[in-house]
């Protein structure tokens, strides 16, 4: 006899519809799982079968053979226990699958019945209302991240009794209410904050263009000059989430399985900040489940490098592609998918060993030939890829000794929201959200200089050796310095700011 359940597999954010066939016949008793699947899956025999006895079903002793259809994509994880088992418990007849045929079903199962959370459930639920699914059963620790969804009736259970009790129509399940994104996105807090950060003007500017256009940028300064605090400080000024960003967002993080089970849907841009021994792989994903790594994980958010000299130079220059693309193609033997990678890279170093190289009152003890070596670790491709360039100093004495607390971040936050929301007007009808990420074409398009300010940017262009890309990425930044004052124009102040956030290149790099 034959069941067939509907469940789905995931290829990066994109979910395919899936058929989980359940055949049982009287041969000799066994258990074969077909259908290109990986290991998690092959080990649900045992799971079924404990859970189903352990719920006290009956387990038939038959040939089970349980085939994942299409064959030829690779699924992955233990989503798929709940379907085979009630697919084993209706060829039994313990279960009326009737009422079930245009549900999706996931779930994995514990030795005793609970259904357990599975990773991946949102972007499933995404792709199940594209392919014209209407109804879902999903385990009950997923329900916040499916609470999000409209068009789809969910049902969350706890464990296979509840499921099959519910198909059979002899227990009522609520479907899961749906919630409202805007209401949770008042209730953010940050642990640090800009108004305990003395002086630091320049840099604090620095950062609140960074954050309003999406840039990139790297902060080189002596040791205690506050560059990981000020870092630390920056996602309490990001601009709010629009819900587009936040389910791509929560989509990644519910790959990854990294999401909270209270947590439903992600409000705050993400702040990842992986340490300098992280692996490449860590870093931009793959492993034996293709899993999405830190640079994805950061999505619409920020990648926070701290020491960046630390990190393995290889590791460092993996980074290169997504941070021009803001995505990354990950493979491995009979897979590869493909993860949005839309970070803001925020760094810090120091300028030397020593870390007082450039600087205005201490005195560098390292040699050139050290220096030289120090600086060589991050790539000319890599820096020119980061907009902003910032020489953080010491904080100064009079400044450190000033009782009086400084600009608040929600203040700062407010003017970044602003200029923000002028980009999101800009760019509605396109797939991007900050000026960081324009097209070539969009650059053209909205950053004409005055004539003054095109020859200042001539003249840098040659006096600095730059780049055709850093000169793209000057006028980007030029962009979010006008939007921040809310002029429709790029005046000469902001092209001659922008071009001082890339004069560390000849300073320090040539
Ligand atoms: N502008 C400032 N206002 C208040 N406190 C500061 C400031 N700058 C630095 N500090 C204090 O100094 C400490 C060290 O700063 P931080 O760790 O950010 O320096 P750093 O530049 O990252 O140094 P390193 O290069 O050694 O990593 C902070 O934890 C903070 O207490
Ligand atoms: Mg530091």
Redesign the pocket.
């Known amino acids: 006899m034959l069941s067939i359940l509907n469940s789905f597999c995931l290829k990066g954010l994109q979910g395919i519809p899936v058929k989980v066939e359940i055949d049982i016949n009287n041969g000799l008793p066994g258990y074969d799982i077909v259908g290109l699947v990986g290991t998690a899956i092959k080990e649900s025999k045992e799971r079924v079968r404990s859970a189903i006895k352990n719920s006290m079903f009956q387990y038939p002793i038959v040939k089970i053979t349980v085939n994942l259809a299409p064959a030829n994509v690779k699924k992955e994880g233990p989503l798929y226990d709940l379907a085979i088992a009630l697919g084993i418990l209706s060829a039994t007849g313990q279960v009326n699958l009737d009422n079930a045929k245009d549900y999706i079903i996931l779930g994995e199962l514990s030795l005793n019945g609970e259904v357990r959370k599975v990773n991946g459930v949102l972007p499933i639920l995404i792709s199940a209302l594209e392919h014209n699914f209407k109804k879902v059963i999903i385990p009950y620790d997923n329900k916040n991240e499916a609470s999000f969804i409209e068009g789809l009736d969910i049902y969350p259970v706890k464990n296979l009794k509840e499921a099959v009790a519910f198909i059979n129509g002899e227990l009522n399940i609520e479907k899961v209410l749906l919630n409202s994104f805007e209401e949770l996105k008042q209730n953010k807090t940050y642990s640090y904050d800009f108004k305990?950060?003395?002086?630091?003007k320049m840099a604090k500017r620095a950062l609140e263009i960074a954050a309003a256009g999406g840039h990139n940028l790297l902060m080189v300064?002596?040791?205690?000059?506050?560059?990981?605090?000020?870092a630390k400080c920056f996602p309490s000024i990001l601009p709010d989430l629009t819900f587009d960003e936040a389910l791509e967002i929560t989509k990644i993080h519910s790959i990854a399985g990294v999401l909270d089970v209270n947590e439903g849907i992600i409000t705050n841009r993400p702040f990842r900040s992986p340490h300098h021994t992280t692996t490449t792989v860590a870093l931009t994903g793959g492993g034996r489940d293709a899993k999405p790594g830190e640079i994805s994980l950061a999505h619409n958010g920020v990648l926070f490098l701290?020491?960046l000299p630390e990190y393995s130079r290889h590791t460092i220059e993996t980074l290169r592609q997504p941070l021009e693309d803001g995505v990354i193609t990950v493979s491995r033997v009979e897979n590869s998918v493909e993860y949005p990678a839309n970070f803001t890279l925020i760094a810090?170093m120091?300028p030397c060993p020593c870390?007082n190289f450039g600087s205005r009152d201490k005195e560098c003890k390292c040699t050139p030939a050290n220096i030289q070596k120090y600086l060589s670790k991050l790539s000319g491709p890599l820096m020119d890829r980061i907009d902003m360039h910032l020489e953080?100093d010491s904080?100064k004495y009079m400044?450190?000794k000033n009782e009086k607390l400084e600009e608040d971040s929600l203040t700062i936050k407010k003017r970044v929201d602003k200029a923000r929301k002028i980009q999101l007007e800009r760019f509605k009808n396109t797939s991007i959200f900050s000026n960081s990420k324009m097209t070539d074409n969009m650059v053209k398009k909205y950053c004409k200089l005055t004539e003054t300010g095109d020859m200042m940017l001539q003249s840098a262009f040659e006096n600095l050796n730059l780049s055709a890309r850093a000169y793209n990425r000057i006028l980007k930044v030029a962009r979010t310095i006008a939007d921040l004052e809310n002029s429709e124009d790029i005046l000469d102040e902001h092209i001659i700011e922008a071009i001082s956030y890339r004069s560390l290149d000849k300073k320090y790099w040539n």
């Open positions: 305990y950060v003395k002086g630091q300064g002596p040791p205690g000059s506050g560059k990981t605090m000020l701290d020491e810090s120091n870390g953080v904080v400044d450190l």
